[in-house]
């Protein structure tokens, strides 16, 4: 009876739409166990890692507490709360009394930029090996977690790799090898892993409205001797590993085949189901947004906001030069913007803006402020052809 169940739920399970999944690990894109050496050891070396990076990244440690005696539930727990929020004015506390499984730290932790464990208490999909005389039997058990193994550290009693590590490393003579004490290098190794895995950015063209305000296409307007949404695709192709135009399913016969396209598939949801769309088809990616309606939008603007991105935040914008509020649809949003703009979904909220307004943003002002002017009705459409008639005039 139990092996019919099994295969009822195994059907129902095929039937899922497959979906490209996030490339976490326990944690995070970007984690890694350190193991081998007392936890102490282990602690002294993140603190040394963490402080060195939290100038440039959101760093986080995860460990176990060693304390032998039962431990007591903290603040509220104890009389049955489930949370317990405390604003400790410097930081915020907040305590669980629930256990957590994979999707809820995956999501704890969506914010940070990289996470580093103690290896002896918890597992990471990348490890850092400490090798120690004094915790040779301890580092043979934990063996088989060793699956991927990315730097090798020696401590003062220890002068050479374990044969048994040798054996379950394959690679390991082509692995960084250091002194723990090389502190330095052992930054420099964490520095190099970092920018190795900045996100690329891909480029999408919101072209997907209805334009209900202009009454008709705005997509379609030829300011630049071809279609606005084709102009914007091409401004973007040398600053952007691939460029979508995004569009309703409806248009995607519509768009000319020279050009990658991508339908919504959060419909009714305007430029945020674009955005979340983009992030459903390439999760690991940055993408660098932009409406079609910027006939003055310009190479110079967008390449300043890709040189001055900040990938640790969660998304870099220009400010609007008409408000204090950032502009979000000439903005780069960060693989990390993803479950947060889902999460501001589920609070019923589908306005990239306020997304921006109350998240860890970077913004920049416009050295063209004109370049961000938008075009959404017949008398604007006007204006800016003056004011593109008049510098072709100048020119």
Same mark, same amino acid.
């Given at each position: 009876?139990?092996?019919?169940?099994?295969?009822?739920?195994?059907?129902?399970?095929?039937k899922?739409?497959k979906?490209?999944?996030?490339?976490?690990?326990?944690?995070?894109?970007?984690?890694?166990?350190?193991?081998?050496?007392?936890?102490?050891?282990i602690?002294?070396l993140?603190d040394q890692?963490?402080?060195?990076?939290?100038a440039?990244?959101?760093?986080?440690?995860?460990?176990?507490?060693?304390?032998?005696?039962?431990?007591?539930?903290?603040?509220?727990?104890?009389?049955?709360?489930?949370?317990?929020?405390?604003?400790?004015?410097?930081?915020?506390?907040?305590n669980?009394?629930?256990?957590?499984?994979?999707?809820?730290?995956?999501?704890?932790?969506?914010?940070?930029?990289?996470?580093?464990?103690?290896?002896?208490?918890?597992?990471?999909?990348?490890?850092?090996?400490?090798?120690s005389?004094?915790?040779?039997?301890?580092?043979?058990?934990?063996?088989?977690?060793?699956?991927?193994?990315?730097?090798? #550290? %020696?401590?003062?009693?220890? !002068?050479? &790799? @374990?044969?048994?590590?040798?054996?379950?490393?394959p *690679?390991?003579?082509?692995?960084?090898?250091?002194?723990?004490?090389?502190?330095?290098?052992?930054?420099a190794?964490?520095?190099?892993?970092?920018?190795?895995?900045?996100?690329?950015?891909?480029?999408?063209?919101?072209?997907?409205?209805?334009?209900?305000?202009?009454?008709?296409?705005?997509?379609?307007?030829?300011?630049?001797?071809?279609?606005?949404?084709?102009?914007?695709?091409? #401004? %973007?192709?040398?600053?952007? !590993?691939? &460029? @979508?135009?995004?569009?309703?399913?409806?248009?995607k *016969?519509?768009?000319?085949?020279?050009?990658?396209?991508?339908?919504?598939?959060?419909?009714?949801?305007?430029?945020?189901?674009?955005?979340?769309?983009?992030?459903?088809?390439?999760?690991?990616?940055?993408?660098?947004?932009?409406?079609?309606?910027?006939?003055?939008?310009?190479?110079?603007?967008?390449?300043?906001?890709?040189?001055?991105?900040?990938?640790?935040?969660?998304?870099?914008?220009?400010?609007?030069?008409? !408000?204090?509020?950032?502009?979000?649809?000439?903005?780069i949003?960060?693989?990390k913007?993803?479950?947060?703009?889902?999460?501001?979904?589920?609070?019923?909220?589908?306005?990239?803006?306020?997304?921006?307004?109350?998240?860890?943003?970077?913004?920049?002002d416009?050295?063209?402020?004109?370049?961000?002017?938008?075009?959404n009705?017949?008398?604007?459409?006007?204006?800016?052809?003056?004011?593109?008639?008049?510098?072709?005039?100048?020119?």
């Amino acid at each position: 009876m139990k092996k019919q169940e099994v295969n009822v739920i195994s059907k129902e399970h095929s039937k899922h739409t497959k979906l490209i999944r996030p490339a976490f690990g326990t944690y995070h894109r970007n984690e890694w166990a350190i193991v081998g050496a007392q936890c102490i050891v282990i602690k002294l070396l993140a603190d040394q890692v963490i402080n060195a990076l939290s100038a440039n990244y959101k760093c986080a440690y995860i460990d176990t507490t060693h304390n032998d005696d039962v431990v007591l539930m903290p603040g509220r727990l104890a009389n049955g709360a489930v949370l317990d929020y405390t604003d400790q004015i410097n930081h915020r506390q907040l305590n669980y009394s629930a256990e957590f499984n994979s999707f809820k730290l995956r999501d704890t932790f969506a914010g940070v930029d990289l996470v580093i464990a103690n290896g002896n208490h918890h597992q990471c999909k990348a490890q850092v090996v400490i090798i120690s005389e004094n915790k040779r039997a301890s580092l043979q058990k934990r063996v088989d977690q060793l699956t991927n193994v990315q730097m090798l #550290l %020696l401590t003062e009693n220890t !002068n050479e &790799v @374990f044969d048994f590590i040798k054996e379950a490393v394959p *690679n390991w003579q082509d692995l960084p090898l250091y002194r723990i004490d090389d502190t330095e290098n052992i930054i420099a190794f964490f520095k190099t892993q970092m920018q190795q895995v900045k996100p690329e950015i891909n480029g999408l063209v919101l072209a997907g409205g209805k334009s209900q305000r202009m009454g008709f296409d705005k997509g379609a307007v030829n300011w630049h001797g071809k279609e606005q949404r084709y102009y914007m695709a091409d #401004l %973007l192709k040398s600053l952007c !590993n691939n &460029v @979508f135009i995004s569009c309703r399913a409806d248009q995607k *016969n519509e768009i000319n085949s020279n050009y990658q396209s991508l339908a919504d598939t959060f419909t009714d949801l305007g430029p945020y189901g674009a955005i979340l769309s983009a992030f459903r088809e390439k999760p690991d990616s940055a993408w660098l947004v932009i409406a079609c309606d910027l006939p003055l939008m310009d190479e110079e603007a967008l390449k300043y906001l890709v040189e001055n991105r900040n990938a640790s935040a969660v998304a870099t914008a220009y400010q609007s030069p008409a !408000n204090e509020f950032p502009e979000p649809l000439i903005t780069i949003w960060e693989p990390k913007s993803y479950p947060l703009l889902l999460s501001f979904l589920a609070q019923g909220y589908s306005c990239p803006r306020k997304v921006l307004i109350n998240s860890d943003v970077t913004l920049l002002d416009a050295v063209n402020p004109e370049a961000l002017t938008n075009v959404n009705t017949p008398d604007e459409l006007e204006r800016i052809k003056r004011v593109l008639h008049q510098k072709i005039a100048a020119e």
